[in-house]
């Protein structure tokens, strides 16, 4: 199967481009290096979009998600359909359903933030190409990790190998997140099966904070103490309103739907996947 991949420097990009190299013939497109004019779509069986703009800050303008998550997007669906491409996969965010809550495929999308917002659109105007002949399939995921995550993961990582003592014991909240492994299977299934529609990954239960840092801790082979600060949440939910929201919030992906759907299991469990993101597999 002929696959054109977008996206495929970035962090789930190169994982599914290694893990699925003997699977598909593989062709890489950048829109950042390449010329979108001269793209030549001919031949190709499916495109896998992963490439976004996903820079959450406030200080980013409108106008940048809209031109990238939505603009881009819909021209290279549009170019793929008008070059008889029979599918189209993008990979979308849980984000695009909103911030806090219980997700499924179900669900009425309320999204907060400029990415959300722009996923969300970027969904619509893709399922106005779909028909019959050129199948869409959007694919939406919480917060992704694996060997060489980035940003808070690395954090929060860096952070339980460092200090053996940490405020954050007994925490209650719930947040899905997926194992790039298992995300990938999802992916490489819909294409396998040539399946349209909403799905949603996410591994097999969610974790509270405090189970993530001693999973993390076991992973590192170390102990970690975690406790009580009195108004600690509260302090934190006044002065650091996103800090506060990432440790302490939930949010839940029912994702029974789809793997229903596409008959499968997440072949990566939690344990096991929190020490691959340490290690790396094997």
Not at 47 to 60: I, K, N, R, W
Not at 102 to 124: H, R
Not at 126 to 145: A, E, G
């Amino acid at each position: 199967m002929k696959m054109l991949l977008t996206g495929s420097s970035g962090f789930i990009g190169s994982y599914f481009a290694g893990k699925y190299a003997d699977k598909y013939d593989i062709e890489k497109f950048s829109f950042l290096r390449d010329d979108f004019n001269l793209l030549n779509l001919e031949g190709f069986d499916v495109v896998l979009h992963m490439s976004a703009f996903v820079h959450q800050t406030d200080e980013v303008n409108e106008e940048e998600y809209e031109r990238v998550n939505v603009a881009q997007t819909f021209d290279l669906a549009k170019k793929a359909k008008e070059s008889k491409v029979g599918h189209f996969v993008f990979l979308s965010s849980i984000k695009a359903c909103g911030e806090d809550g219980v997700f499924d495929e179900s669900i009425t999308c309320n999204p907060k933030d400029k990415y959300g917002k722009s996923k969300l659109k970027a969904e619509f105007e893709l399922q106005k190409l779909t028909c019959n002949d050129f199948k869409i399939s959007i694919v939406r995921m919480p917060l992704v990790y694996g060997y060489g995550a980035k940003a808070n993961m690395k954090k929060l990582i860096n952070l339980v190998n460092k200090i053996p003592v940490l405020p954050f014991g007994g925490m209650q909240n719930a947040r899905s997140m997926v194992y790039i492994g298992n995300l990938c299977h999802v992916i490489n299934a819909v294409i396998e099966q040539k399946k349209s529609g909403i799905f949603l990954t996410s591994d097999d239960y969610p974790l509270s904070t405090s189970r993530l840092i001693e999973l993390i801790a076991n992973a590192f082979g170390k102990k970690v103490y975690l406790f009580k600060v009195p108004f600690f949440e509260t302090v934190l939910k006044i002065l650091k309103p996103n800090l506060y929201k990432r440790l302490y919030g939930t949010l839940k992906v029912d994702n029974s739907a789809t793997m229903q759907k596409l008959n499968i299991k997440n072949p990566y469990t939690t344990d096991d996947a929190i020490k691959f993101m340490i290690e790396g597999e094997k």
